[in-house]
C-alpha cells in the first residue's frame, strides 16, 4: 500500500492527451514538491518533472506537471508509442521523514 | 556526464548481510545528497534511506531501520550500504539515486544492483 494513490493503468490513442493523478495528503504533496519519474521496460527510473512543474533539460514540453491541495497530475500531449512506460509521482513525507512514491501508473499507448 | 554506478548485489541466504557500493562521476559528489531506491521485481519503486552530502544527515524507510549502515567518502566519489539481516522481502533492484537542488527529488539514477535474497 503506497502512501500516495496513482491509478493502475492509463490508456490512449496516439497523438491524444493523457493526465496521470497522484493523491496523498497534508503531510507530503500538501507541504511539499512533487516530482515524477519514467520507467521505460527494462531500465531504471528517468525524471521528468519536479518541483511540481519543472521540467530538467531535454525533457520536451509535451510532459507538464501540476498541483492542486494534496494531488498532483502529469500530463502528456501528443502520445508517442515511446512514451510507454510506467509512471511514478514522489514527494518527501514529513511525518515518515522520508521520500515516498505512488504505487505506479502503466501507460498504454493503444 | 552524470553517473552512478552501483556493485556488490547478489545471491544471499536469508539472516546474512550484503555491502553495496556506489561510484560517482560527472558532477561534484560533494555537494549533493545521495537516495537509495529498491524495486522488487515486478513491483513499484520503494523508498529506502537518504544521505546528505556530508554525510551527517541520514534518514530510513521504517522496515530497514536498523538493519541499514552507510557511509560516504567524498574524496574517493564512494558510497557504501551495508544491509544486515536480509530476509526475502529484500529481494529487489537496488538504486543509487541523486538528490536534485533539493533533497525531496531525484535527478540521476544509477541502473541499479540485483539483490536476490533466498534459501
Known amino acids: 500500500q503506497s502512501v500516495l494513490t496513482q491509478p493502475p493503468s492509463v490508456s490512449a490513442a496516439p497523438g491524444q492527451k493523457v493526465t496521470i493523478s497522484c493523491s496523498g495528503s497534508t503531510s507530503n504533496i500538501g507541504n511539499s514538491y512533487v516530482s515524477w519519474y519514467q520507467q521505460l521496460p527494462g531500465t531504471a527510473p528517468k525524471l521528468l518533472i519536479y518541483d511540481n512543474y519543472k521540467r530538467p533539460s531535454g525533457i520536451p514540453a509535451r510532459f507538464s506537471g501540476s498541483k492542486s491541495g494534496t494531488s498532483a497530475t502529469l500530463g502528456i500531449t501528443g502520445l508517442q508509442t515511446g512514451d510507454e512506460a510506467d509512471y511514478y509521482c514522489g514527494t518527501w513525507d514529513f511525518s515518515l521523514s522520508g521520500v515516498v512514491f505512488g504505487g505506479g501508473t502503466k501507460l498504454t499507448v493503444l | 556526464q552524470l553517473q552512478l554506478v552501483e556493485s556488490g548485489g547478489g545471491v544471499v541466504q536469508p539472516g546474512e548481510s550484503l555491502r553495496l557500493s556506489c561510484a560517482a562521476s560527472?558532477?561534484?559528489?560533494?555537494?549533493?545528497?545521495i537516495h537509495w531506491v529498491r524495486q522488487a521485481p515486478g513491483k513499484g519503486l520503494e523508498w529506502v534511506m537518504f544521505i546528505s552530502y556530508d554525510g551527517i544527515t541520514k534518514n530510513y524507510e521504517d522496515s530497514m531501520r536498523g538493519r541499514l549502515s552507510i557511509s560516504r567518502d567524498n574524496s574517493r566519489n564512494t558510497l557504501s550500504l551495508q544491509m544486515n539481516a536480509l530476509t526475502p522481502d529484500d529481494t529487489a533492484v537496488y538504486y543509487c539515486a541523486k538528490s536534485g537542488s533539493s533533497n525531496y527529488y531525484i535527478d540521476v539514477w544509477g541502473k541499479g544492483t540485483a539483490v536476490t535474497v533466498s534459501s
Open positions: 560527472g558532477f561534484t559528489f560533494s555537494n549533493f545528497g
